[in-house]
């Protein structure tokens, strides 16, 4: 099943959205576990508690990893561990081998899942990996190094042409549904998702001020991420002021039906709402607008939005150009 293993090990997310929107010394959220790269910059705001939560045991392994590896590490020993800058293979192990963690994640990502350890853990989900197989494919439509493209902020050589064919043969729903959430997907968006993925990349790629930031660009069409486009959760500032926070951290293996929504303070929802039916969702965004609580909730669409009723709370659609991936839909809801 495509949620029962380890599928997301980077910030396909940006955070910056969440971070911006949270309040300092927030009493209480939840967040879905994801990589973890998208709860741990909230630490650096300092709340009392966060809730992570993933139906997934392998997703709450990274998730744990990355908040201890900010406990326990120097930035410079994080940067590589998580492969944001290169070091020998060694070294790598070295590193893991100094954090305090529970046996079944040490297990874990040393006698089942070792792809880490020769360039980090940033590309080992499958979602990452299959990302990289369809920049291989999409190579064979080109024959470019697409790295000057970014590093060099050259749109001219980025092959417009290749990729609309390559949308039009490659990126349809039954494919991509199939590919990279094995089936497990739903899909209404307004246009065909081929059409889609060429118009919101294009449309990116020309508009960008600057290519070197434009980190999930750089994840799909190069496989490397210049230190300009690194997400959030590497900005030292940031990984400081969350070491030093004082936020009590659950991690927790559980559906959303058994969780009591309306006690928290804010909700980072990732797009966990794309996959559920819509009666459920519906169900949780009441359960979040009959409580008493004081609420945000940031959610976002790829290729299923469902048709929900937003109608207590204060309801925002948020830029998706402030997002890496510009393809999501994203909204803000407020609970007062």
């Known amino acids: 099943m495509h949620f029962n293993q380890l599928n997301y090990s980077l910030a396909n997310e940006a955070t910056d959205i969440e971070l911006s929107h949270l309040e300092e010394n927030t009493s209480k959220i939840l967040c879905i576990a ?8 909230l630490l650096s705001k300092n709340p009392e508690s966060i809730d992570v939560v993933d139906s997934s045991l392998q997703q709450l392994y990274m998730a744990e ?3 201890q590896c900010i406990k326990q590490l120097s930035y410079s020993e994080y940067l590589k561990i998580l492969g944001y800058t290169i070091c020998e293979s060694a070294e790598r192990l070295s590193i893991f081998k100094k954090i305090v963690l529970k046996k079944e994640i040490i297990i874990y990502f040393t006698d089942i899942n070792t792809s880490w350890v020769q360039n980090g853990f940033l590309l080992i989900g499958s979602w990452e990996k299959k990302l990289q ?6 190579y064979c439509f080109h024959f470019k190094n697409l790295t000057a493209v970014f590093q060099d902020n050259n749109k001219k050589k980025f092959p417009f ?3 609309n064919l390559f949308c039009k043969l490659f990126l349809n729903e039954a494919v991509m549904g199939r590919f990279l959430y094995s089936g497990q997907s739903k899909y209404n968006r307004d ?3 081929g059409q889609l993925l060429n118009s919101s990349f294009s449309n990116q790629i020309k508009s960008s001020q600057d290519l070197k930031s434009e980190f999930f660009m750089q994840l799909v069409f190069t496989g490397k991420l210049h230190p300009s486009a690194w997400p959030i959760e590497t900005d030292e500032i940031v990984f400081n002021r969350s070491k030093e926070s004082k936020t009590k951290v659950q991690f927790l293996q559980k559906n959303l039906t058994e969780i009591n929504f309306g006690d928290y303070n804010f909700y980072s929802l990732s797009d966990v709402f ?3 039916p819509d009666q459920l969702s519906q169900k949780i965004i009441d359960q979040i607008a009959a409580s008493d609580v004081k609420s945000k909730t940031i959610l ?3 290729m299923y939005e469902p048709k929900l009723s937003y109608a207590d709370f204060k309801f925002e659609t948020i830029d998706n150009t402030l997002d890496s991936v510009p393809i999501y839909k994203i909204y803000l809801l407020e609970r007062n």
């Not at 994801?34 to 910059?41: A, H, I």
């Not at 197989?133 to 999409?138: A, M, N, S, T």
């Open 34 to 41: 994801g990589s973890g790269s998208r709860f741990t910059p």
């Open 133 to 138: 197989i369809l920049r291989k494919i999409f």
């Open 191 to 193: 246009l065909p998702l």
């Open 274 to 276: 794309s996959y559920l």
């Open 300 to 302: 976002r669409y790829f």
């Open 65 to 67: 990893l990355r908040y």
């Open 161 to 163: 042409y290749a990729w």
